[in-house]
T-cell receptor, first 113, second 112 residues
Framework: DADVTQTPRNRITKTGKRIMLECSQTKGHDRMYWYRQDPGLGLRLIYYSFDVKDINKGEISDGYSVSRQAQAKFSLSLESAIPNQTALYFC????????????FGEGSRLTVL | GNSVTQMEGPVTLSEEAFLTINCTYTATGYPSLFWYVQYPGEGLQLLLKATKADDKGSNKGFEATYRKETTSFHLEKGSVQVSDSAVYFCALSDQAGNQFYFGTGTSLTVIP
């Protein structure tokens, strides 16, 4: 089983619908992140969390919200999806320390019609 | 602020050709530098890293040297294979290791 698991892997929805992307990890890391990938723009940080009680906005948090339900679970919600939120979304985890690397899930492809 | 600029793609090479993907960064303090690789349909995975100036990261025949004087971390491989076809991302983490900043990615296609 993957260390970082994202569900769903693919989702097609309509404008205005509420969508939740879920992420769970078995690496025991405190730090979790949500990124969005768009062609030509690389990865952009949406939200990040350093522990269950710590939630921080990233570069592009507008239109998104998150919930850290447990150390191992970090969910991303789109309250009212719009077409320009069509993208590939990645969850990642990291251990503490400046040399800690990110461990990524396989991604959730979201299409908003 | 912190940022990463990497070579625009896509890059197409013949098998056994030499690869260079340029990456430069802007950062305060002493960041750590990374190259991540994304194979088709997969998430990103760490390829190599360097945590201080003059360190060389290496893995699977790829190398990159942390050059503080030129603020660069260029990725090189002497002889690419078809299986190296992927998107490569240069990244840095800030001095505290709290946030990561990614370049836009460079798509590499290696043809037989």
């Amino acid at each position: 089983d993957a260390d970082v698991t994202q569900t769903p892997r693919n989702r097609i929805t309509k404008t205005g619908k509420r969508i939740m992307l879920e992420c769970s990890q078995t690496k025991g890391h405190d730090r979790m992140y949500w990124y969005r990938q768009d062609p030509g723009l690389g990865l952009r940080l949406i939200y990040y969390s350093f522990d269950v009680k710590d939630i921080n906005k990233g570069e592009i948090s507008d239109g998104y919200s998150v919930s850290r339900q447990a150390q191992a679970k970090f969910s991303l919600s789109l309250e009212s999806a719009i077409p320009n939120q069509t993208a590939l979304y990645f969850c990642a985890t990291s251990d503490t320390g400046r040399s800690g690397e990110l461990f990524f899930g396989e991604g959730s492809r979201l299409t908003v019609l | 602020g912190n940022s990463v600029t990497q070579m625009e793609g896509p890059v197409t090479l013949s098998e056994e050709a030499f690869l260079t993907i340029n990456c430069t960064y802007t950062a305060t303090g002493y960041p750590s530098l990374f190259w991540y690789v994304q194979y088709p349909g997969e998430g990103l995975q760490l390829l190599l890293k360097a945590t201080k100036a003059d360190d060389k990261g290496s893995n699977k025949g790829f190398e990159a040297t942390y050059r503080k004087e030129t603020t660069s971390f260029h990725l090189e491989k002497g002889s690419v294979q078809v299986s190296d076809s992927a998107v490569y991302f240069c990244a840095l983490s800030d001095q505290a290791g709290n946030q990561f900043y990614f370049g836009t990615g460079t798509s590499l296609t290696v043809i037989p």
